[in-house]
């Protein structure tokens, strides 16, 4: 049995914070493989179901983000698993948006959460960094990752989490380096805007500015020199060339 902990803060008020992908990971899982529906336990909600034939227990701490520990120490204990058993999913500042980073162990790195766990179980876990980028200066950090994302940040995040969801079974084989190029190539190019991937769009002949086309030449008119018409025009004119 393993623990796989998505990090967030609970309530529609932050469910888009770039602070709550960890909660979204942890819901992509959930959907891709049919776990349990969520329900409350250990201080948090929790998901039961099987990936690469293991049994996952996904929680999703409800004592918000700086007390993550608690209910994640909680469930550890019940289920009499050691840390080495607990795989942690949770936003890095750190990483550029899109970017993954698998790790064991390690320090806290500023985020209350990670700290908050370690506090309560130690650092031998795995943690699962998702890249949500850095506003530039730490005083805009606290704003940046309570902010929601941004709408064209969907081109990148929603990819991301279904190659996280997909290949979740790497993670209970250990195939760390796997998992991250499965998500590296899945999110690839997917921000680019269109015109880069296509180079610009070519405009048809009936697509261009009248100004643009280049009227063709009409050809001349034959003036009749018999007949009716030709009377006619020879006394409009008075017959001059």
Do not use: C
Request: charged share 25%; no cysteine.
């Amino acid at each position: 049995m393993l623990l796989f902990a998505g990090l967030g803060n609970p309530g529609a008020k932050y469910a888009n914070n770039r602070h709550n992908v960890g909660f979204m990971a942890a819901d992509a899982i959930a959907r891709r493989h049919s776990f349990s529906p969520w329900s409350k336990k250990f201080q948090g909600l929790i998901a039961e179901g099987m990936l690469g034939g293991e049994k996952i227990i996904l929680i999703k701490p409800q004592t918000f983000m700086n007390l993550s520990g608690q209910a994640v120490g909680e469930a550890l204990r019940f289920y009499k698993l050691a840390p080495s058993a607990l795989t942690v999913f949770y936003d890095e500042i750190d990483l550029p948006e899109r970017k993954l980073r698998v790790k064991t162990g390690g320090g806290a790195g500023g985020h209350n959460g990670i700290r908050s766990i370690d506090d309560h179980v130690g650092n031998a876990y795995r943690r699962v960094r998702i890249g949500v980028g850095h506003p530039g200066v730490k005083e805009l950090v606290h704003g940046h990752v309570l902010s929601d994302f941004a709408k064209a940040d969907r081109e990148w995040l929603e990819p991301l989490l279904d190659a996280i969801a997909a290949n979740a079974e790497m993670i209970v084989r250990d195939d760390e380096p796997g998992f991250m190029n499965k998500v590296s190539v899945a999110v690839q190019g997917k921000a680019a805007p269109e015109r880069e991937k296509t180079g610009p769009k070519q405009e048809s002949p009936k697509q261009q500015s009248h100004i643009r086309q280049a009227r063709p030449q009409q050809p001349a008119v034959k003036l009749p020199e018999t007949g009716p018409m030709a009377a006619m025009l020879k006394k409009l004119f008075g017959g001059k060339n």
